[in-house]
């Protein structure tokens, strides 16, 4: 087992001094004091990033809306799904490099990064440059008749709302921020990107790479930095909305944020204590399999992965050996290394989140399987498996976004919807099972905004996404996204 050679390009991307991008190039700004970006895998810094001050932001802001109301809004809708297809095209031509950015920073394994980061990032992209087109409002006809013979039309228009902000999250980098340049591009918008300051690398990249496509300058910038900067980048007055992905509570503070500053509009995709359940006839060894693939994927730093787990009471013995003999496969190590599938927690506070989380579960349930750092450098920590004593136990209710799946027996169907709903979140759950009757019957009764069957966190371009209660306000693709990014303009003719 070793670890594949970094491209020269990687080598030398990181002997840059990085910034932000704005207009089509790199800005420095005047703040020079630079954010250290450290490889989880051992903890090294392996380059800085200056973070933003109010000057680089008001540049940033200034662009996007010469752009919003000039080159990119000259730009046919034709024209523009053409673009974003060559940015597609870009991405793949410059994958492996993407990929192992992105595995630097993040300690996602190579494989996820080529899969997810490159491969389904060039997905979406292509998904969405096809809405480029189909973006219509209605006509319709007035329902007041009319009094002096006059005669009314109307129709509607829908009409990109203007610079939007994007806040990117750590765990996907790179297909998070091109689910916002898409959703932004495509509707005739502009955006600023502000990457997380833990794995802002691939986003500058991914500007540059715009720009090559020949995305006129100005249509998506990146500024760097902390919550501070996304902050501010939400308060200026300029901005149209704001799309956001991470944490519940900065989730509010960014709804909050927007609301003050002159109702800017805003989407949100949050957390989840996601649920899944394996009614009594499952396929144990397939249910756990789904569990054990989607759980565990990125050292379980996605927001749509299965944390908790409810097994009908009889089988949970087989239950449990069966999540053993599939965990004890897993393959640790370095995430550079092809034949490692699972590797270090994405940063040193998410580390030590997850290590408060296992100090709470040794004190409330069962350690099954793992539930410990491993003794060597970086941020890694076991595959772990827990079996909760009762239905209040933490580990049921907080959310961990790390490798930890907690389960829990019931006796009987009908305490699932409360099982289930137990919860602030709902982002997404699982059914596992062939009863066709009875998972019809749950489906209507689970507080989610997605429910998979035999399946869980399957993310496809044509299938709307988002969560209700705390997971989130507004949905990311399908044909959901056009209602976020544009405005619609009644048009009523009297003739
Ligand atoms: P946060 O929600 O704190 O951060 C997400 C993004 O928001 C980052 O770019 C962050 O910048 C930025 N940000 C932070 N504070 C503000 C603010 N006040 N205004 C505007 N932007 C802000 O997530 P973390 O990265 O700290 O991760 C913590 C937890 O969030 C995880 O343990 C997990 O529970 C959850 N999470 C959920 C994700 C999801 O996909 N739903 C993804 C990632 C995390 P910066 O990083 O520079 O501080």
């Not at 787990?309 to 949970?316: A, C, G, M, T």
């Amino acid at each position: 087992m070793s670890d594949i050679q970094l491209l020269p390009q990687v080598r030398n991307f990181l002997q840059r001094d990085l910034a932000h991008f704005i207009d089509g190039q790199y800005r420095f700004g005047t703040n020079k004091t630079g954010i250290p970006i450290v490889n989880p895998a051992d903890g090294e810094t392996i380059t800085h990033i200056a973070a933003a001050d109010m000057n680089d932001i008001s540049t940033a802001v200034e662009s996007s809306r010469n752009a919003f109301k000039g080159s990119w809004a000259n730009i046919s809708p034709y024209r523009r799904g053409v673009l974003l297809n060559r940015l597609a095209d870009l991405i793949e031509a410059n994958g492996e490099e993407l990929a192992q950015l992105e595995t630097l920073c993040s300690g996602k394994s190579i494989h996820l990064s080529r899969m997810f980061e490159v491969g389904q990032s060039a997905i979406f992209l292509r998904y969405y440059a096809g809405w480029a087109t189909k973006i219509n409002g209605e006509t319709m006809t007035p329902s007041f008749p009319s009094i002096g013979g006059e005669q009314y039309t109307a129709l509607t228009r829908r009409e990109p709302v203007g610079v939007v902000v994007g806040i990117v999250p750590w765990n996907f980098s790179v297909m998070i921020g091109v689910w916002k340049i898409a959703a932004a591009l495509v509707t005739g918008c502009t955006l600023i990107l502000k990457p997380s300051e833990f794995t802002p690398l691939t986003l500058l990249r991914l500007a540059e790479l715009a720009i090559e496509a020949g995305i006129p300058a100005g249509t998506l910038n990146v500024v760097n930095g902390t919550g501070e900067v996304g902050k501010a980048l939400i308060e200026h007055p300029h901005i149209a909305k704001v799309s956001f992905t991470g944490s519940v509570p900065t989730g509010i503070k960014v709804g909050q944020a927007a609301m003050a500053s002159d109702l800017t509009r805003v989407t949100l995709e949050l957390g989840g204590k996601n649920a899944a359940v394996l009614l009594p006839d499952a396929d144990v060894d397939a249910a756990v399999a789904g569990l054990v693939q989607t759980g565990y994927v990125h050292q379980g730093q996605v927001c749509a992965a299965p944390e908790r787990v409810y097994v009908h009471r009889d089988r949970l013995e087989e239950v449990i050996a069966a999540f053993i003999r599939s965990l004890k496969q897993i393959t640790i190590g370095s995430p550079l290394d092809e034949e490692v599938q699972y590797g270090p927690l994405a940063n040193q506070p998410q580390f030590n989140k997850v290590m408060q989380c296992l100090k709470i579960a040794q004190q409330e349930c069962q350690v099954v399987f793992g539930g410990k750092a491993l003794d060597r450098p970086g941020y890694f920590i076991e595959p772990t498996l827990l079996l909760a004593n009762s239905a209040q136990d933490r580990m049921l209710h907080e959310e961990t976004f790390g490798p930890i799946i907690t389960l829990l027996p019931y006796d009987d169907i009908d305490e699932l919807p409360n099982l289930i709903n137990d919860s602030p979140f709902g982002l997404t759950a699982s059914i596992w099972s062939n009863d066709l009757s009875t998972i019809l019957q749950l489906i209507p009764k689970i507080e989610t905004g997605t429910v998979y069957v035999n399946m869980h966190t399957y993310l496809d371009p044509a299938v709307p996404f988002g969560g209700i209660k705390s997971s989130g306000v507004g949905r990311e693709f399908g044909s959901a996204f056009i209602e976020d990014y544009t405005e619609l303009k009644s048009v009523i003719i009297r003739y």
